[in-house]
């Protein structure tokens, strides 16, 4: 076996070569070009702008019939999805250096690299900024990418990235026609992984709340606003939603990816496991358990005493494990692994009990009746496109991938209707 590395500013790529006749292998990677931007152009960079085509989708939410789609690093669209059969691009909200985001009431709370700022939407063609805590995020923070800070200068150290396609004679044939093993997965930091082969909030204590994905890094609960970064959950204080406060810093530790309320707790996903903590003191959030696994990309969902977590290998994560994990947290002190389902690259997913949805990333979407957690049943599986994350909304399902949004009407969870698409135009490397 022949291992091909690249590396680019610290993104390593693999690409295993095995077998002993000819195919072809496509790599698609990443080259980076560096810019800078001053402190000054990213506090004035706030814009409302006129409507624009998808090109890196990331982040999804969702609130009153209005999408909310991150373009990385980039800004928010704005749709209006109140016909989810026909959604229309409303506005484009320009916010240097955003990953995610969080809704409360007409009140959305963004990052902008270092900063948080809260905006009101309540015009979507005019949205406004409102207020910003200054310098709260430290370096690379979030699913934006990497990035820096020069305090002292003032400046920001950014990337911009250009996609490179080479398609090369291997000797991997396996004599099937196929090339299982010609394929790249490429990470690119906050949005989605490319394979060249081939949220869901749980807060119900605020009914104002928008909804999120499985891979959200922003979540909200009573009066505070909880953002995680790689190894520390902020806490801002938004009793008075449209001027939020820093609060309290809790360190979670290493490899934190994703956080997700349900009831009274915080359910924070890392690539070595899934923390649990007791938020019944919003305001002090307190660890009650760590339920730990191999080293992989780690979101998760919660329904009733059960959580599902996909793992997923892939170059960001650092492992090789792809499946579904069921564990029982009827014991929020001692959560036990009920029972292991195989899968090919999970990404996020999303329960509406007891429709489970797994995206699976270049291997499309898989729908799953979870009623019986020792026996979840495959119910439908579409390909041809890539998934990342999803949010069920009781019959009609949200879903952004690589080459665009999705909507599906999941009345009969054994075959999904599409209901319309918004695309990338951006081209990609062929499956």
């Given amino acids: 076996m022949k291992l091909t590395l690249y590396a680019f500013l610290g993104i390593v790529l693999v690409a295993l070569n095995g077998c002993t006749d000819k195919c072809k292998e496509t790599r698609t990677f990443r080259q980076f070009t560096p810019f ?13 702008e006129q409507p624009r085509t998808l090109a890196s989708p990331g982040k999804l939410y969702t609130k009153d019939g209005f999408l909310f789609i991150n373009e990385i690093k980039e800004g928010i669209h704005v749709i ?35 900063d948080l700022v809260a905006f009101d939407i309540r015009d979507p063609q005019n949205i406004r900024e409102l207020n910003r805590v200054k310098d709260v995020f430290p370096n690379g923070q979030f ?49 989605v992984f490319f394979n060249a082969s081939s949220i869901q909030s749980g807060s119900a204590a605020v009914s104002t709340n928008g909804t999120g994905g499985s891979m959200a890094r922003f979540a909200l609960y009573d009066n505070y606003l909880y953002t995680v970064s790689q190894s520390d959950m902020q806490l801002f204080d938004i009793r008075k939603p449209s001027d939020p406060k820093q609060g309290t810093k809790v ?11 349900y009831k009274d707790k915080l359910f924070i996903g890392a690539q070595s496991g899934m923390h649990i903590y007791d938020n019944s003191n919003p305001e002090k ?31 960001a994560c650092q492992g090789f494990t792809n499946q579904l994990e069921v ?30 949805f797994i995206c699976e990333g270049a291997y499309g979407l898989k729908t799953f009746n979870a009623a019986d957690a020792l026996q979840i049943d495959q119910l439908d599986h ?36 599409l209901l319309s698409k918004i695309p990338v135009q951006r081209p990609f490397p062929a499956s």
């Fill in 327 to 356: 564990v029982d947290i009827s014991n929020l002190y001692n959560p036990r692994l009920l029972k292991t389902y195989p899968m090919k690259n999970p990404h996020g997913l999303g329960i509406d009990f007891p429709n489970l």
């Fill in 251 to 261: 360190t979670l530790g290493w490899g934190i990816e994703t956080i997700f309320p």
């Fill in 80 to 114: 209006d999805n109140r016909n989810p059969s026909a959604p229309k691009m409303v506005s484009f909200l320009r916010i240097p250096g955003n990953g995610d985001m969080a809704i409360r009431n007409n009140i959305l709370y963004a990052d902008s690299y270092m």
């Fill in 36 to 48: 800078t931007l001053t402190v000054a152009q990213v506090r004035n960079g706030i814009q409302t």
């Fill in 382 to 417: 579409l390909e041809g496109f890539h998934a990342y994350d999803v949010i069920p909304l009781g019959k009609s399902l949200l879903l952004v991938g690589r080459d665009g949004f999705y909507q599906f009407d999941y009345s009969n969870p054994k075959k999904l209707r």
């Fill in 143 to 191: 699913d934006g990418g990497y990035w820096s800070l020069n305090a002292p200068q003032e400046i920001i150290n950014d990337q911009r990235v250009t996609y490179v396609t080479q398609t090369t004679q291997t000797n991997c044939e396996d004599g099937t026609g196929g090339c299982p093993n010609c394929a790249m997965d490429v990470w690119r930091g906050g949005g």
């Fill in 285 to 315: 959030p307190v660890r009650m358990s760590t339920f730990e696994h191999a080293r992989v990309c780690d979101p998760v969902v919660v329904h009733e005493d059960k959580a599902y977590v996909t793992l997923r290998s892939g170059s």
